[in-house]
């Protein structure tokens, strides 16, 4: 009997003869470098405004920062706007297209900005066809301040200037931009 129970390793434990026991079933994760996905950002402008006159902005963006002081990123741009004139009917338009900016921050606060929209919007100076759509392009630079809310999202506010302004320009000069940046 002694001869027989000696086969079995049962009771054979590592910590007796200082061999690490391999486990088969619990296999070590595999560690996943994500520390790019600390350096990405998200941020949206949203405005609403609903009644006779209703104006709705969205504009998403994503972005990224591949040094500690610059940020750059791409978004969307969907802008509506409906007023109601009564007795002489319904106005309505719509505006999309893509943005992309570079942010430098010179402090924690404070940053440069540029930024370049390219926008499909109607085409005021076709008295003939009126839904005629075009493509603008708007090169925009300027600064701004960032408030922090904590320690991954922040209030950014920013004074803009069209570099190049046209009759088919919806933006005003000066443009004054309000958001919320995130990061994770």
Known sequence: MLFFCLA????TD???????VKDSINKPKK??????????????NVQ????????????????YSPIDKLNIGVGFIYSYVSINYKNYGRFSQSIYGAHS??????TESFYAQGQFDHLLQPNVYNFYNPKEKVWVDYALIGGGYRQSLGKNAAIVTS???NLTPSPLSIYPNPI?????????
């Open 14 to 20: 590592s910590v007796y003869y200082g061999a690490p």
């Open 176 to 184: 004054f931009q309000a958001g919320f940046v995130a990061g994770f």
């Open 31 to 44: 560690h996943r470098n994500n520390d790019w996905m600390k350096r990405l950002t998200y941020g949206s």
């Open 159 to 161: 004074l803009m200037f």
């Open 48 to 63: 609403a405004i609903f009644g006779t006159y209703t104006y709705i902005y969205l504009s998403p963006t994503i972005g």
């Open 101 to 106: 900016y570079a942010r430098y921050f010179f």
């Open 8 to 11: 079995f390793n049962a009771q």
